[in-house]
């Protein structure tokens, strides 16, 4: 029985100890096999971690050599490329091959340009020309053996904003003080060309405004959609609010009105008023008083003069007291005309259908006139009347399916 007992329980040691040494063997297989599988996973991960290229434009330049400037004044696309070691058989060939898509004889004074090159031996030699015709986008000339161009939109980044003011000098100077944009001041000047005469801004008068900011690099270059604004002008309040009702953008008052009228209240952008419509003037010139049937609006030479409104060209010539001058007859009620132009648009002769605000000549000192400005004549029904307090005939009413919107 003892015999019996002993036996059983050296086969039972023996058969422990040969699980423990496999439990062990089995532990330290799945300790390795865990080992090695991290190993593995961290092999796995330094391998697929690749640094990205460095870009420019799109293009890898981790061996090219960047060289960033500006066109200087009367500078062409050969002047610069040359210096680049580029073959002036290359770049006449670039010239003409990449006129569709931009024309290098257009290259504007002040604009950036980027010039990528790669070293041969001892000289670096231009593989690409890249031009920013605007801040919005750049053309890309491709200058190795196959020579073409492309041409890419930057990304815009658009920020809604908002803020009021109110103006102690002027709209530009408020503006700026609020640290906004002065873009902003010809969109606002547009927003409520119809409702606020800019040139009698005062003291006091007060605005907000929402607005899209558009920004490229990091760099605000443009003022999207005015969204809204309220404007306070001679203790008037002005609503206006972004909305397109199918045929294209326009603004609206708090009760669904267009903001629109049949013309503008003035045919040039931010100036002042040097004279006004009088029965009884000294004339700088004649040197004796005489009545002056206009509105004189003081502008640089080569400022665009712009159509009040839609209408036809009747006349569009020189006289000798007139200088160049424009007529347009917007309907058979009203006309204006524009005197002393530097030079009168290209192709705006009598005949000639034109739009409200399109450009129709340029501010200059022709005809009777000591200084740059431009005289504008108001005509209703015939007689002469003043541009400043003649009532505005309204636009072409909202339609009825938008109001509620």
Known sequence: MKHTYQKFFSKGLISVLTLLLLVGIIGCKTDKTSETADSLNELDTLVTVIPEPKLLYGITIESLEVYE???KRNQNLADILLKHNVEFKKINEIATRSKK??????LNYGRKYTILAEKEDSLTKATHFIYEPNPYEYVVYQLRDSVHAYKENKEV???????SAEITSSMYESILAADASPLLVPKLVDVFA???DFFRIQKGDRFKVIYEEESVDGKVVGIGKIKGSYFEHFNNSY????YDQGGGTDYFDEEGNSMRKAFLRAPLD???ISSRYSGRRFHPVLKRYKSHLGTDYSAPKGTPIRSVGEGIITEARFKKYNGNYVKVRHNSTYSTQYLHMSKIASGIKPGVKVKQGQTIGY???TGLATGNHLCIRFWKSGKQVDALRVELPPSDPKSEEHREA
């Open 69 to 71: 400037s500006e066109i």
């Open 157 to 163: 980044v658009i920020v809604e904003k908002e803020f």
């Open 270 to 272: 931010y100036t002042r």
């Open 101 to 106: 898509v931009f024309d290098v004889r257009k």
């Open 363 to 365: 501010v200059g000192k």
């Open 194 to 196: 119809w409702q606020i």
């Open 239 to 242: 609503y206006a609010v972004y």
